[in-house]
């Protein structure tokens, strides 16, 4: 692994623990036992640092979604398997990560923005498409308004313990006919 890139993993898994505000360059150098100096010739600034990070991790997310799309033909576990990776992910990553990148890192922000609006017009919306069209999902969705709800809501940060289960439940049984109730009461019952 180079200097860089052994920089970019232990700066993202510093972020993630404890919000990229309160981390320091000095912390990374200091971390990674390497001087400023060598820090620096990777990256001239913290941002710089900060938008490479997020390249990384949104290439590694879209890569992660694309298979997780790709390993079934069934919309259903498609979607719970999509709810379960954007909910991860808010969990891996401590919440003054995401407002820290809001209020002071303008450039990576946007990246992530892109990312999202992407995911809801790509991934989600053809997930959604397909349920309909397997007649899992009903015919009147605004599957527009839906993903972006979906998006929304598994990634939101929960007060009440355990209720993430139970919040993507009720949000895919609103979007199932007779036939997905059956299929996800299958799957349900499948993975108990």
């Not at 990777?42 to 590694?60: A, C, G, I, N, T």
């Not at 990246?111 to 989600?124: C, H, I, M, P, Q």
């Not at 308004?145 to 998006?151: C, K, P, R, S």
Request: glycine share 4%.
């Amino acid at each position: 692994m180079t200097t860089e890139e052994r920089i970019l993993n232990r700066s993202s898994e510093l972020f993630a623990q404890f919000g990229i505000n309160v981390v320091r360059t000095d912390d990374i150098s200091t971390d990674l036992g390497i001087s400023k100096k060598t820090f620096y010739k990777y990256f001239v600034s913290k941002e710089q640092l900060v938008v490479r990070v997020m390249e990384d991790m949104l290439e590694r997310s879209s890569s992660e979604m694309d298979q997780l799309v790709n390993s079934s033909e069934n919309p259903i576990e498609q979607t719970c398997a999509l709810w379960d990776l954007i909910t991860a992910f808010r969990k891996k990553h401590n919440p003054n990560f995401i407002r820290d990148m809001q209020r002071s890192y303008a450039r990576a922000w946007e990246l992530v923005e892109n990312f999202r609006a992407g995911l809801v017009k790509d991934v989600l919306i053809q997930t959604l498409k397909n349920g309909i069209g397997k007649n899992f999902y009903r015919q009147d969705l605004n599957k527009e308004v839906v993903a972006t709800l979906w998006l929304d809501l598994s990634s939101q940060e929960n007060q009440i313990p355990g209720s993430d289960e139970e919040i993507k439940n009720l949000f895919i049984r609103g979007l199932l006919t007779a036939e997905g109730f059956r299929s996800y009461a299958c799957l349900c019952n499948h993975n108990s």
